[in-house]
């Protein structure tokens, strides 16, 4: 495909249980970002990777938040012992350049749900 | 830090009528770019407009454009002969033109086209 996907779309996890989400970005896509957007909020920055480095991390809620992206394309965001309030749509983007002009392509999302 | 503020929550349009959205942002910055984005319910986001802050001439996109006043701090979209499809949420967004691309959006405003 030629957009940027995200795996699963939806997840339902017990508080406690960790969870990983995976983001497959545009190929050739250097930049790649998450966010977390709450039920009617904007979303809000997570993470910046440009290629396999992870450059800015500033916006993880807490350490039980880490995301890798080893080999420079697909990403996973990991979420160990979930709380509710990490309930939220996780969204990946995608940008060719490292740059604020580049436009950022978004997926879909992944709706994570915590009981 | 930057700030983005969209102050109508929900907004509602006739087809083919003309709507506003209205955003304003703070930062204390020169170079910078300004973007709005939609999200339908499929919850794919989408770039529907940018503007760089260096430029006077307002952005345009067929039936979309911005009024950009930079002495003001504002950014409002104007969606022209509006379309069922146009229905969903926007966002107004901001970057620092030195930034890699680290977002920063307003809260949203829900936007609903009535045939």
């Known amino acids: 495909g030629a957009g940027v996907s995200q795996s699963p779309r939806y997840k339902v996890a017990k508080r406690g249980q960790d969870v990983a989400l995976r983001c497959d970005p545009i190929?050739?896509?250097?930049?790649l970002f998450w966010y977390q957007q709450a039920l009617g909020q904007g979303p809000e920055f997570l993470t910046y990777f440009q290629n396999e480095a992870q450059l800015d991390k500033s916006g993880l809620p807490s350490d039980r938040f880490f995301a890798e992206r080893p080999e420079g394309s697909v990403s996973t965001l990991k979420i160990q012992r979930t709380q509710k309030e990490d309930s939220a749509v996780y969204l990946c983007?995608?940008?060719?350049?490292?740059?604020?002009?580049?436009?950022?392509?978004f997926g879909p999302g992944t709706r994570l749900t915590v009981l | 830090a930057q700030t983005v503020t969209q102050s109508q929550p929900e907004m509602s349009v006739q087809e083919a009528e003309t709507v506003t959205l209205s955003c304003t942002y703070d930062t204390s910055e020169s170079n910078y770019y300004l973007f709005w984005y939609k999200q339908p319910p499929s919850r794919q986001m989408i770039l529907v407009i940018r503007q760089e802050a260096y430029k006077q001439q307002n952005a345009t996109e067929n039936r979309f454009s911005v009024n950009f006043q930079k002495a003001a701090k504002s950014f409002s979209l104007k969606i022209s002969d509006s379309q069922l499809g146009d229905t969903a949420m926007y966002f107004c967004a901001f970057i620092l033109g030195t930034s890699y691309g680290k977002l920063t959006f307003g809260q949203g405003t829900i936007l609903t086209v009535h045939p």
């Open positions: 190929s050739g896509h250097v930049s």
């Open positions: 983007a995608s940008s060719l350049g490292d740059r604020g002009y580049n436009e950022q392509f």
